[in-house]
């Protein structure tokens, strides 16, 4: 049987005494904060529908993979090409255009995407980012 | 509607955890329903992943019905096994209710707060740490669509094409494809609600280990620390499989230590079956696996254990990988390899050499950062050298040796990894929140054993 749960403290708990006080005071900020951005945002975002929440994350971007979901059939193969160049290794632009090609396949599959180099030239759908405008467009040649 | 198609997924995986409990698992004592839950659901999302893999390999396309009828096979055969019986659970003594008293009531407020707030956090959105869309929901994605798992099409995706995510066990993405089939569509708000279970779990397992040995006080105490990490809270809720693999190694390690203590092997088969469910969530699974066996000669050489030693060693070995295989043939028979062990020894020392004053570097400030890990790795090697100076349990050095075996198989695969300087600064500093999770929930069991001597039940 379970003993009795009743205990008086003597001198060697103090120490687990006081990393639990030392925690709680770390833990506090948090819970604060944690408080504070869920009374901030929860509520805004809470009734959205999962359509309205991609949109809220990717914007712009997440309603031109819907467009050229609904122009590219299932299965095709598409191009996703950057303009002028590729960007530079780890640049931030680098790390929004890898973000933009490997959202597309998680959107858009069963379509397959390519990347320029890889890609067989006689794809005929086109995804192309343009650096410059910062504008996407679809192409089919 | 998609909730309560939500909900009967959850319930067809715990009953399938519990009718696999029933038939295969029977330990000495009775085990209190709290734990029983947390190991039914364990067992349960194991048990669908393989399931689903497995299925994969008949021409029938993936259902929720196809996969049902197969829990429903097992389900019919524990009924007919223990009759009306199947769903009595004897009392166990922990299942006594709490003390309470201002000071648990505060610890049991802090707590419920942290589980809300993570299922609130994994509610609010789609999936948007990038490894959780890119790598895993995408593979889920793709089984769900497909109805299957494409083996031809699985090493033709240019996209998924780094050999690390290929080599990748597949327990997550098939429980995800799973939780999919149920629910009809991709809702990648639910799958991370169901990934924040795994957080809760590690905690209800973590009171139940404590609550046999200590006062309750201590182990609420010790059960806030534990859900009060920073990063533990932040990775619970994004969809990485970080947290479910956190949880099949605390559940595979819990049990091989309670085995340990009252020597029912029962504990030993079911922790070895938890570390095979670690290997196949994540190929760190496969690292603490060997942690652990060396562990486990290491405290068979050093201790008298009045254990069965071949056994215990023979079990811990190979169960895991009897759950793992499946994988590892398919995955070779597929040809896909993991492009780690490349260098030969001699470079290793010249890496090493080159590489670990900055992988120790990044580590140590990482862990001593008040805002990701709380004071937990100053508590941690406070109770090291306390141990070091006076041990109150000397076993307790098995979870401390798992603790940095594992740790050092994370620097050497820095060192090996085939990548430039600067390209592994990168991963380090990506991987360093996550990795040290695996092994927190036995850090602090090893923080626990030490200073609550004078807190235990007599």
């Known amino acids: 049987m379970k003993e009795k749960n009743i205990h008086t403290i003597d001198r060697k708990e103090y120490l687990f005494i006081i990393i639990l006080i030392i925690w709680c005071i770390f833990a506090f900020k948090m819970v604060a904060l944690q408080f504070k951005g869920a009374l901030k945002s929860f509520p805004k975002i809470y009734f959205l529908n999962l359509e309205q929440k991609y949109r809220l994350i990717d914007g712009n971007f997440y309603s031109f993979l819907k467009f050229c979901e609904a122009k590219i059939p299932e299965r095709a193969s598409i191009i996703f090409k950057i303009l002028p160049k590729e960007p530079e290794f780890r640049s931030q632009e680098w790390l929004m255009t890898e973000y933009f090609i490997g959202k597309s396949p998680y959107y858009l599959y069963p379509r397959r995407i390519f990347r320029e180099n890889d890609a067989n030239p006689k794809i005929k759908y086109k995804i192309i ?6 504008t996407f467009s679809l192409y089919y040649q | 509607m998609i909730f309560l198609r939500f909900i009967f997924c959850i319930f067809s995986i715990l009953i399938t955890g519990y009718t696999i409990l029933r038939l295969f698992f029977h330990p000495k004592e009775r085990l209190p329903l709290g734990e029983v839950i947390v190991l039914a659901f364990g067992i349960g ?4 992943s393989l399931e689903t893999f497995f299925l994969s390999f008949t021409k029938i396309l993936l259902s929720a019905g196809y996969l049902l009828l197969f829990q429903l096979i097992l389900f019919v055969i524990a009924i007919f096994k223990f009759k009306k019986y199947f769903f009595y659970w004897r009392k166990s003594y922990t299942d006594e209710k709490l003390t309470y008293s201002p000071l648990t009531l505060f610890f049991l407020l802090i707590i419920l707060w942290e589980i809300i707030y993570v299922f609130l956090d994994a509610f609010r959105l789609p999936f948007t740490a990038w490894d959780a869309w890119g790598h895993w929901g995408f593979q889920a994605k793709i089984f769900f669509l497909e109805k299957t798992f494409p083996f031809q099409l699985w090493t033709q995706l240019p996209w998924i094409k780094h050999p690390n995510h ?4 597949l327990l997550i993405p098939f429980l995800e494809a799973y939780i999919y089939f149920f629910l009809g569509q991709v809702h990648e708000p639910l799958v991370k609600v169901f990934c924040s279970f795994y957080y809760v779990c590690i905690i209800v397992l ?11 006080k201590f182990v609420l105490g010790s059960c806030l620390c534990l859900a009060t ?3 533990l809270i932040n990775q619970a809720p994004i969809g990485y499989m970080d947290i479910p693999l956190t949880f099949y190694i605390t559940c595979g390690i819990l049990y091989i230590w309670r085995y340990l203590q009252e020597k029912d092997r029962s504990f030993l088969l079911l922790g070895s079956i938890f570390i095979g469910l670690s290997m196949w969530t994540k190929n760190e699974g496969f690292s603490l696996w060997l942690a652990l066996f060396l562990s486990c000669i290491l405290i ?6 009045n254990i069965n030693k071949r056994g215990f060693l023979f079990t811990v070995l190979f169960i895991p990988l009897l759950i793992y295989f499946p994988w590892l043939i398919f995955k070779y028979s597929l040809g896909i390899k993991v492009g780690y062990f490349q260098s030969s020894l001699n470079e290793f020392f010249g890496l090493a050499k080159q590489r670990l004053p900055l992988i120790l570097d990044i580590w140590i400030r990482n862990c001593l950062n008040t805002q990701k890990w709380n004071i937990f790795w100053f508590s941690f090697i406070f109770s090291l050298l306390w141990f070091f100076v006076k041990p109150y349990k000397k076993i307790s050095i098995f979870l401390f040796f798992i603790v940095v075996f594992q740790l050092i198989f994370y620097f050497i695969i820095y060192i090996i990894w085939p990548i430039t300087m600067s390209d592994i600064e990168l ?3 990506n991987s360093v929140d996550r990795l040290p999770l695996h ?3 036995v850090a602090l069991l090893f923080i626990c054993q030490q200073l609550g001597e004078t807190w235990k039940i007599a």
């Open chain 1, 129 to 134: 980012y343009d650096l410059r405008s910062k």
């Open chain 2, 45 to 48: 999302t194991g048990f669908v």
């Open chain 2, 166 to 169: 290929l080599g990748s066990p």
């Open chain 2, 206 to 216: 973590f009171y139940y280990q404590l609550r046999r040995q200590f006062l309750d």
């Open chain 2, 229 to 231: 990490i920073p990063n």
């Open chain 2, 300 to 305: 068979c050489l050093w201790f008298k254990l």
């Open chain 2, 427 to 429: 991963q380090i500093l």
């Open chain 2, 439 to 441: 092994i927190i929930p």
